[in-house]
């Protein structure tokens, strides 16, 4: 998703612990709610089908219980039509699966209460009524009985019964909308590839919605609130766009469809799969949102399609974000604006160390909330920037396409990234996944030149506390108007380096193309 607040302070934890049960693995979802203008009871009954691998095991599932106004009572859970045997204690149902070979079973937990997050019960900005789901990282377990980690992803079909004069979207495809005669709807959405509970969604209140495009089968959709149709419509138009440029580059979108949701969500954005939110004010009718709308349809590749199978390696989906919205401007506007782009973020990650000197892939967190940083972000599309650098537009974009390729609707590590990349490459990218994703700090260089005897000398140090860095620098020569660059590789504390050159530079430059992540000290 993009933030629109503030970073919290990283705080010294353990890492992602969120107990993972790889015996048990989540088929598909079908969840049944009924909505109503009275009140916010939600009414739901999961289905929920589950293949077990190796041995049938407790099924283990996350659910907000009642306390006070707020959370979930279970009224009953079957397994297929029999009662099962089931316990609901903090925030888990644990299901005994019976006595059987079968390695397929189906279980309806039946359900209701008001959710307190997860499911944004409210009004619009114009007074109107509204549900919007909004999970990400681990709130669909206030209203949706689920395995709620993206480790173990599945097909989903919401079955959404809510009062007649609403419009319903969600995540999938439409597959029915029938007025039931008593006052409601029934409105059914099911997305046939496997999705990530953090990004699963429903959107019910007075729409206005159109169709904006067809690209590459996929229809693209704008859902917007009635009184800001003219303005969205005009607004998200850009997602089209965004959307060929990505299938171009990167590969086949895995989803039924592409909408773009006006919401009530606490993010900017959240790149729900095929259903995204963007925040309220995101409508001006001035195409203000389009770094914003192309970091989330970048998400649909990396985050959601290709998920992080832990919290701590959240910049497989967030710095990916990040750096495919550049080069998507980039491709628009040119290169100047990849430059501005990555300088923003090139201060904004200098600023953040000194405050949180942590690596990227920060394995003593354990709050999935507390993984959105500047690092998983903007220090994470600068990695990107540097890989493509280092192995040059050619084979980046090929390692792109083999990663998404191999895990696409599946999980992945930063190791299985790398491996990828080292495939295509035929290159050894330890080193460079360990300094700059596995260790904290970039380089923090003081450096002189000087001109003597037909020779730029330049004296470089790397005084960072910690072991210098390795990488490539260029560095500019500027001589009457015209840049020169010259190449060189930098791994020790101190270097000097020297090009012929018959006349004094105007002026030299430390990667004049911002390839390089790197402070320059005075
Ligand atoms: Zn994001």
Known sequence: ????????IVEM??????PKNEAVDVQDYIFNLTLNDENNVIIGEAQINVAFKDKVDTLVLDLIGKSQKYGMEI?????????????????????????????????????????ERGLVISTTKFGQRSFFGDNWPNLARHWLPSVDHPYDKATIEFRITAPEDYDVVATGEKLEESNLGNGFKLTTYKEPAPVAM???????????????????????????????????????NVASKVLDYFIENIGPYSYAKLANMQAK?????????????????????KNTVEALIAHEIAHQWFGNSATEASWNHVWLS???????????????????????????????????YKQNPSPIVDLTIKDPM????????????????????????????????????????????????????EEVSGEQLEPFFQ??????????IKWDWSYEKGKVRIDLEQIQKHHPFDFPLEIGIVQDDELKIMKVTVNKKSEVFEFALEARPDNIVLDPNYWLLFEEKI
């Open 13 to 18: 934890a353990a890492q992602d612990l969120y």
């Open 265 to 285: 969500t606490q993010w900017g954005g959240l790149e729900n799969a095929g259903t995204i939110a963007y925040f309220e004010n995101s409508v001006t009718g």
């Open 435 to 444: 300094q700059w994703l596995f260790t904290k700090g970039h380089p923090e």
């Open 318 to 352: 967030e710095g990916f974000a990040t750096y495919f919205s550049i080069l998507y401007l980039e491709h628009v506007y040119g290169d100047e604006k990849r430059k501005d782009e990555l300088a923003l973020d090139r201060k904004q990650i200098i600023d953040y």
């Open 370 to 421: 507390r993984v959105l940083s500047i690092n998983s972000y903007q220090k994470g599309g600068w990695v990107l920037n540097m890989l493509r650098h280092k192995l040059g537009d050619d084979l980046f974009w090929k390692g792109i396409r083999h990663y998404y390729g191999t895990f696409r609707n599946s999980n992945a590590l930063t190791d299985d990234f790398r491996k990828a990349m």
């Open 198 to 236: 953090k990004v699963v969604t429903i959107g019910v209140t007075k729409f206005a919605s159109k169709l904006l495009d067809v690209v590459h089968g996929i229809p693209v959709t704008a859902w917007v609130y009635p009184e800001n149709r003219l303005e969205g419509f005009s607004d998200y």
């Open 75 to 115: 009224t009953t859970v079957l397994e297929g039509d029999k009662v099962a045997n089931y316990s609901f204690s903090k925030n888990k149902i644990h299901i005994l699966p019976s006595e059987s070979k079968e390695n397929t079973r189906t279980f309806k937990v039946f359900y209701e209460g008001i959710p």
């Open 1 to 8: 998703m993009a933030t629109c607040l503030l970073f919290a």
